[in-house]
């Protein structure tokens, strides 16, 4: 069972990459993890089961973004957010999806510091 506080692996670790360019842990198989960064944050998540995690600096976009990877009903409700909130709801929907895809490991395949 995944230790709470810490792992217990007597092993060595043998890293690849999925056809997504995905990390994965080959050996030890039984322990999945998942990494993502922006800005000065760096953040991991580990589990027995495949996991995502993702995080993102909030920093002014073009919402338009938003209508090529939210569904129409996501991005109607974006759009409908008071001003002062609309950033915030944006990064919550898209840290939620990436962290989905990153689970079901696929990724978007953008970076928002691009846009």
Known sequence: MLETYFLKID????????????????????????????GSWVVCAIDENPVGIDVEVMKPIDFKIAERFFSRDEYETL??????MRLKYFYMIWTLKQ?????????????????
Do not use: R, T, W
């Open 79 to 84: 759009m409908n957010q008071p001003d002062e």
């Open 11 to 38: 092993k060595d670790l043998v890293f690849d990459s999925n056809d997504y360019g995905k990390p994965v842990l080959l050996a030890p198989s039984e322990i999945h993890f998942n990494i993502s960064h922006s």
């Open 99 to 115: 962290s989905c895809f990153k689970e079901k490991e696929k990724v978007f395949g953008i970076a928002l510091d691009l846009i």
